[in-house]
């Protein structure tokens, strides 16, 4: 069983930057693709961004592209990371990361087996 664990997560001005972390456990984390999703109240979770086994292939939902930077660690660290930067309102909403295995080098949208607990973004106005 892998467990997804994310922090990095607040509240922060309109502009703002954050850096939100995801650290999986119980297995290897180079065997995994990896993303990010959020939910604002009231809404469907989304897909935000993803990566690849390696970090090579990347992937944006429109609303990211620009703004937001999703990289990895496969070495000491084993996190994937979610640099988001000039922060919207409508970014509000619990950011999730999520992983499944792959036996490639893609990114996905979806098929994510692994989920962590989210953790809370508000950007203020």
């Known amino acids: 069983q892998v467990q997804l664990v994310e922090s990095g997560g607040g509240l922060v001005q309109a502009g703002g930057s954050l850096r939100l972390s995801c650290a999986p456990s119980?297995?290897?984390?180079?065997?995994?693709?990896m993303g990010w999703f959020r939910q604002a109240p009231g809404k469907e979770r989304e897909f935000v961004a993803a990566?690849?086994?390696?970090?090579?292939?990347?992937?944006y939902a429109d609303s990211a592209q620009g703004r937001f930077t999703i990289s990895r660690d496969n070495n000491a660290k084993n996190t994937v990371y979610l640099q988001m930067i000039s922060l919207k309102p409508e970014d509000t909403a619990v950011y999730y990361c999520a992983g499944r295995p792959d036996s490639g080098d893609n990114f996905y949208y979806t098929g994510y087996i692994w989920w962590g607990q989210g953790t809370q973004v508000t950007v203020s106005s």
């Open positions: 119980g297995r290897t984390f180079s065997n995994y693709a």
């Open positions: 990566v690849s086994r390696s970090g090579d292939h990347i992937g």
